[in-house]
């Protein structure tokens, strides 16, 4: 029998508090930001730009597309490098007004969950936790929250929620949407397994409210009730997924949790309106540190030994790594590079002589004892590696961590201040990065492909990323209009690859409007077929955020 759902009212103020710009004109005059995202994505348009500050405002506006028959593109943050935010016509319905944090409770068992709008970023709610000021507004707090909150303030132990998406500027909605994850996942995981409640607001204006372990589709199935008792059946779809830490396409399995099938789901299947969090007790500190090695070789085998790859090589037992990130040899080449281009005046650090790879890596630590233990393990693990704790950087004052933000940060910057040039000559340009994440067993062989089928080139990148996961990010950097197309082939070449490996072509930025042709590589067209079903059983005239993750061709 399959799961039954009922919608619920939607909660807030009608649109006469709500902001509606319907003058593209305008639109592009004045609010020109809102058409863009960091991917570069374009040409782009918007009839209409509406800022909701409430779930109902929410409802109206779809129910009014929808009975228009135009899309609607649901955009917050602007953070994504997919094009998953920019609008190709129709509304432009912005998140980023519903930004506050609305509430706070206990679980059964004894964790807290906090509850926010999708419009809050993740560094203010992080700092609102970590001082335990919340904020919620006072017409919102009733007897029972402040009971809870009261609590939360009383309990002995600091708190975070643990996803770090490397812009922390991003949406918490965003985030959802996306199954965000970062170099902490190695420990904590992407969002998805922090995530315990959504409300979500459908295509046709009814809202859903859906917490994890309730509707599981036990055959394969959900029926979702909604208003003045129309129904819709949703069927879930059967294409495998890889077992890899994974953003690419619906994330379905026979007994699914139906709050699983909108985690990554791109804002095409509903508009999320509420989002509840699990919290975790903060570490009392994290031991920090940048390991130098003598090739990608040593570094990469360091991370395998790390993880506890090997069994006949176990790591040290007091190592539990928290996060592993790699820089490659042309990394520290590009930086070495850049930062004598700029001379006297540069900011990038000074790399040791000798570096010709590097991996960062933290572990968390509750005492004196278990720091020592820890710093002497991983001593211990580097010097079966050809390094030492003696040439690492790092520690644990914030003098000693400024080094590591300022080299992790100065790739990504150098890079995009490289593409920055080249586009002023070619405006077409952009950077081509992989997304690319693969089994733990075929990490060297895929760095190994990268590395071989790009020494018969000529094209600038760099290879850095979160290694701990296999995920490793090829950034190339076209100096012109046929490098950008051979660029673009070769990130699909590897795409394919990552494929025939078992991994997968999105680990952390989903699809978006570019990267169809890698959903198709990774599920084939009867995969696609299959998500469009999904989606047009939850959204008919595919009005939600159209073009993204798959063409709009396929619900037709």
Known sequence: MSAEVKAVSPKGEGLAGCTIIDSSSKIIESYADYLTDESGFGPSSADRLVFARSEKQVALVLKDVRERGEPVTVSAGRTGIVGGAVPTGGTLLSLAEMNRIIGIRRLKDGTFALTAEPGVTIAELNDRVARKELGIAADLVTQ??????????????????????????????????????????????????????????????????????????????????????????????????????????????????????????????????????????????????????????????????????????????????????????????????????????????????GARAGVLFEQEFEDEDLLMAAYEGWEELLDGHGSSMERTWGGMEESDLARLRALRHSIAEQVNGVIARAKARHPEIHKIGTDIAVPRDRLEEMFAYYRDTLAGVDLEYVVFGHIGDSHLHLNIMPADLDQLREAEGLALQFAREAVRMGGTVSAEHGIGKLKHEFLEALYGEKGLREMAALKKAFDPGGMLNRGVMFSADLLT
């Open 144 to 353: 029972e929250l402040r009971s809870e909150l009261e609590a939360f303030v009383a309990d002995d132990h600091m708190y975070f929620y643990p996803p770090d998406p490397t812009e922390d500027t991003a949406h918490l909605g965003a985030t959802v949407a996306t199954n965000a994850s970062g170099a902490r996942s190695f420990l904590y995981g992407a969002t998805r397994r922090h995530v315990h409640r959504l409300r979500i607001c459908l295509s046709s204006g009814d809202v859903i409210d859906v917490e994890r372990g309730v509707y599981t589709a036990g055959d394969g199935e959900f029926e979702i009730v909604l208003g003045e008792g129309r129904s819709i059946s949703i069927e879930v779809p059967r294409y495998s997924m890889p077992e890899t830490k994974n953003a690419a396409g619906y994330f379905v399995h026979p007994n699914v949790d139906l709050i699983d099938l909108f985690i990554a789901s791109e804002g095409t299947l509903g508009v999320i309106t509420e989002v509840e969090v699990i919290l975790r007790r903060r570490p009392t500190g994290i031991l920090s540190a940048l390991a130098f090695f003598a090739s990608d070789n040593d570094a990469i085998e360091f991370v395998r030994q790390a993880r506890g790859d090997f069994d006949d090589r176990p790591r040290p037992g007091a190592v539990a790594p928290l996060a592993l990130e790699f820089f490659d040899s042309r990394s520290f080449d590009f930086l070495r590079l850049r930062k004598e281009e700029e001379g006297s005046a540069s900011e990038i650090p000074e790399l040791p002589d």
